[in-house]
């Protein structure tokens, strides 16, 4: 496992300082900074986000976590391609899923994580909890 995309959630879980989901979302972060591992986030997770912490912490909250949040991920980018790769998912039933699946299955991301697993159930990749990415990060250093 050399890359992750995250879900949404996952960085939420940072931002809104969400318990008891932070502290597996932050040692995520922490491999990345170690160069562990590498870190994704869809182009289209950044404004989610932006609007989110805008909504609960006030935009100079979230203008500076987004700014902070370019320190540790790369940005899959969110293309027509993307969108069309997405739209052959018509089964799924989160758009915004199918998006980022699409993104990471595009980019050769090797793993999502997610709290949500049941939403990338149809995912044609790899889709692992915070604390399953943890454990796979933890035997590798072993």
Do not use: C
């Not at 994580?113 to 933890?138: H, I, N």
């Amino acid at each position: 496992m050399d890359s992750i995309l995250l879900d949404t959630n996952i960085i939420l879980d940072i931002a809104l300082e969400r318990q008891p989901f932070y502290d597996r979302a932050h040692q995520l972060v922490l491999a990345a900074l170690k160069r562990e591992v590498a870190l994704f986030i869809t182009a289209t997770t950044i404004t989610d986000i932006y609007y989110i912490i805008r909504k609960t912490k006030g935009r100079e909250s979230a203008w500076g976590f987004v700014t902070h949040l370019m320190d540790f991920v790369e940005v899959a980018g969110v293309d027509r391609d993307v969108i069309e790769r997405a739209l052959e998912f018509s089964d799924w039933e989160d758009f915004e899923d199918a998006v980022q699946a699409s993104s990471g299955i595009i980019h050769g991301i090797d793993v999502l994580v997610t709290r949500d697993a049941s939403g990338f159930s149809k995912a044609p990749l790899v889709v692992l909890a915070p604390e399953e990415a943890l454990t796979m990060l933890e035997e590798r250093r072993d």
